[in-house]
């Protein structure tokens, strides 16, 4: 949600003066920009710079990145952030990486080049060949194994993909020439040293995400790169999300240890010190990520969620979650502003929304490109239902805001089924979490609280987090929640009855929207 960026800074954005050492860098290497941030010992917001990189779409469905641009640009933000903190290398006592997840690169080894633009995520060039490895068994072929569907989100068929595309790439990658990395690699591989010494690893957040990772034993899966024709040589060695890699070798972070690697999401979890079984956050932007911590065992979904590793601190046991994610949330307020103009901002939708009791009876399910968890129906399009001469553009503004929090609740009900675990309550971050009536609704529909943190930058703060463990800069996971400040909580305020009716109303809702496109194929 573009315009409430300016939410996301937050209180504990650097007012305090700098010069109380020593520092925390962590470098969020995202979707659309790469940003560095210090942090302090107190887990406030020193300095941050930020610099987007290009979106390339050669085809509809295919979305790439120049992975040179962005190693370009982290290395420019780093040094920024450092110089606007007014510290130098010497001040800063380890570096922590978090990413985008899922995008998919392969490099030279000698050169450091990369052999083809980076997939990302989004890109869905490899659905007929993810089909196509389903065989007979479909989408849940290695879900055993790696807690994933099999779907063009992960990393593992998008290696195949280039290794079938580019020419000459898969004989070079069986002669041990090339390597694999998600975007956590590629920056600690050149931040390393690249051609002359980079490491190169991955930690187990992201290496879950490949769909080439065994959850038991936490090594890539052998029979599962066979049968995806995947050359073990080019992956990285899979490590902890809290140790330290190597040493930066040059910039103004050059001596400083590498300590620690978290895909964005789980980054969140950990910045939320959700660190006990049943502790879960919840990231609103865009989209929105909802990850439960379910402790030391995976715990397999039957009700639509993926299982990954929460995270893994050195040599101690690995956490691992479950998470569901809601496709449109954020962009649908978006939707309301720039392709129907009833609101002129983000911001302006909570004025309209409250302008008005309840919802006049109207239901938005918004699902634009089908719907995700806890259903997985690609048939399904987007539905206003119950609409009558009485609803006005503030009782679909007020639908709007239903619509996320009552997502949220379906996947908070499929985390409780999978799990056994009750919800104890919902730490919040994302743009949107500035908008109020959101988060009151927020806890009305999950009939639990719902906090807010006072930094609401969770993602590089988790990532500091575990590089500053690594290195002994924070003693404990028990630190870091002493670290933790809430900005605001919201507590239930609606009738079970009146709960248990919209609900009610809002599942008849998301029926009307399956089915709408008859033939898939």
Same mark, same amino acid.
């Given at each position: 949600?573009?315009?409430?960026?300016? &939410?996301?800074?937050?209180?504990?954005?650097?007012? %305090?003066?700098?010069? %109380?050492?020593?520092?925390?860098?962590?470098?969020?290497?995202?979707?659309?920009?790469?940003?560095?941030?210090?942090f302090?010992?107190?887990?406030?917001?020193?300095?941050v710079?930020?610099?987007?990189?290009?979106?390339?779409?050669?085809?509809?469905?295919?979305?790439?990145?120049d992975?040179?641009?962005?190693?370009?640009?982290?290395?420019?933000?780093?040094? +920024?952030?450092?110089?606007?903190a007014?510290?130098?290398?010497?001040?800063?006592?380890?570096?922590?990486?978090? @990413?985008? +997840?899922?995008?998919?690169?392969?490099?030279?080894?000698?050169?450091?080049?990369?052999?083809? @633009?980076?997939?990302?995520?989004?890109? !869905?060039?490899?659905?007929?060949?993810?089909?196509e490895?389903?065989? @007979?068994?479909?989408?849940?072929?290695? +879900?055993?194994?790696?807690?994933?569907?099999?779907?063009?989100?992960?990393?593992?068929?998008?290696?195949?993909?280039?290794?079938? %595309?580019?020419?000459?790439?898969?004989?070079?990658?069986?002669?041990?020439?090339?390597?694999?990395? !998600?975007?956590?690699?590629?920056?600690?591989?050149?931040?390393?040293?690249?051609?002359?010494?980079?490491?190169?690893?991955?930690?187990?957040?992201?290496a879950?995400?490949?769909?080439?990772?065994n959850?038991?034993?936490?090594?890539?899966?052998?029979?599962?790169?066979?049968?995806?024709?995947i050359?073990?040589?080019?992956?990285p060695?899979?490590?902890?999300?809290a140790?330290?890699?190597?040493?930066?070798?040059?910039?103004?972070?050059?001596?400083?240890?590498?300590?620690?690697?978290?895909?964005?999401?789980?980054?969140?979890?950990?910045?939320?010190?959700?660190?006990?079984?049943?502790?879960?956050?919840?990231?609103?932007? !865009?989209?929105?990520?909802?990850l439960?911590?379910?402790?030391?065992?995976?715990?397999?979904?039957?009700?639509?969620?993926?299982?990954?590793?929460? &995270?893994?601190?050195?040599?101690?046991?690995?956490?691992?979650?479950?998470?569901?994610?809601?496709?449109?949330?954020?962009?649908?307020?978006?939707?309301m502003?720039?392709?129907?103009?009833?609101?002129?901002?983000?911001?302006?939708?909570?004025?309209?929304?409250?302008?008005?009791?309840?919802?006049?009876?109207?239901?938005?399910?918004?699902?634009?490109?089908g719907?995700?968890?806890?259903?997985?129906?690609?048939?399904?399009?987007?539905?206003?239902?119950?609409?009558?001469?009485?609803?006005?553009?503030? %009782?679909?503004?007020?639908?709007?805001?239903?619509?996320?929090?009552?997502?949220?609740?379906?996947?908070?009900?499929?985390?409780?089924?999978?799990s056994?675990?009750?919800?104890t309550?919902?730490?919040?971050?994302?743009?949107?979490?500035?908008?109020?009536?959101?988060?009151?609704?927020?806890?009305?529909?999950?009939?639990?609280?719902?906090?807010?943190?006072?930094?609401?930058?969770?993602t590089?703060?988790?990532?500091a &987090?575990?590089?500053?463990?690594?290195?002994?800069?924070?003693?404990?996971?028990?630190?870091?929640?002493?670290?933790?400040? +809430?900005?605001?909580?919201? !507590?239930?305020?609606?009738?079970?009855?009146?709960?248990?009716?919209? &609900?009610?109303?809002?599942?008849?809702?998301?029926?009307?929207?399956?089915?709408?496109?008859?033939?898939?194929?």
């Amino acid at each position: 949600m573009t315009d409430t960026q300016d &939410y996301t800074s937050g209180p504990g954005a650097a007012s %305090h003066g700098h010069g %109380h050492g020593p520092f925390i860098a962590s470098i969020d290497q995202g979707t659309t920009s790469s940003r560095c941030i210090v942090f302090d010992r107190d887990g406030r917001i020193v300095a941050v710079d930020q610099k987007e990189h290009e979106q390339i779409f050669p085809k509809p469905g295919w979305v790439e990145h120049d992975a040179a641009e962005i190693w370009t640009n982290v290395q420019e933000v780093v040094d +920024r952030a450092i110089a606007k903190a007014g510290i130098t290398g010497a001040d800063v006592k380890a570096i922590g990486i978090t @990413n985008q +997840r899922e995008t998919t690169l392969l490099w030279d080894k000698a050169t450091g080049e990369p052999v083809h @633009n980076a997939l990302v995520w989004q890109d !869905t060039r490899t659905d007929a060949l993810c089909k196509e490895l389903g065989r @007979n068994v479909g989408s849940d072929r290695f +879900r055993r194994e790696t807690g994933l569907p099999l779907a063009s989100y992960f990393a593992g068929p998008k290696i195949r993909w280039l290794l079938d %595309h580019v020419d000459g790439l898969r004989e070079r990658a069986e002669a041990g020439e090339i390597l694999f990395g !998600t975007m956590d690699s590629w920056v600690i591989w050149n931040l390393t040293g690249g051609p002359h010494g980079g490491v190169h690893v991955t930690d187990v957040t992201n290496a879950s995400r490949t769909m080439l990772m065994n959850l038991a034993t936490l090594d890539w899966d052998e029979r599962i790169l066979t049968s995806m024709e995947i050359p073990a040589a080019v992956l990285p060695t899979i490590r902890s999300s809290a140790e330290v890699y190597g040493t930066a070798a040059a910039g103004a972070l050059a001596g400083v240890p590498v300590a620690s690697a978290l895909g964005d999401q789980q980054a969140a979890l950990f910045g939320q010190t959700c660190f006990d079984k049943g502790e879960a956050k919840s990231t609103y932007g !865009t989209g929105t990520f909802l990850l439960m911590n379910t402790g030391d065992a995976p715990v397999n979904s039957y009700n639509g969620l993926l299982t990954t590793v929460g &995270y893994r601190i050195g040599d101690q046991a690995p956490v691992y979650a479950l998470e569901g994610s809601i496709a449109v949330t954020g962009s649908l307020v978006q939707w309301m502003r720039d392709q129907m103009g009833l609101i002129k901002s983000a911001a302006e939708i909570e004025t309209l929304a409250s302008s008005v009791e309840d919802n006049g009876g109207a239901y938005f399910v918004p699902a634009f490109s089908g719907l995700f968890a806890p259903y997985w129906r690609a048939d399904a399009r987007g539905v206003i239902a119950g609409l009558t001469r009485y609803v006005t553009k503030a %009782h679909i503004a007020r639908a709007v805001l239903e619509a996320t929090a009552w997502q949220t609740r379906e996947i908070v009900d499929a985390m409780t089924k999978d799990s056994g675990v009750e919800l104890t309550a919902l730490k919040v971050d994302g743009g949107m979490t500035s908008n109020n009536l959101l988060m009151q609704t927020l806890s009305d529909f999950l009939d639990a609280p719902v906090v807010r943190p006072m930094v609401a930058e969770t993602t590089a703060l988790g990532a500091a &987090y575990a590089a500053g463990l690594a290195v002994g800069f924070w003693p404990d996971t028990d630190a870091l929640r002493a670290n933790w400040r +809430r900005a605001a909580e919201w !507590t239930p305020r609606m009738e079970a009855d009146v709960r248990d009716r919209e &609900y009610k109303n809002w599942l008849k809702a998301v029926e009307r929207s399956m089915g709408w496109i008859e033939d898939e194929e």
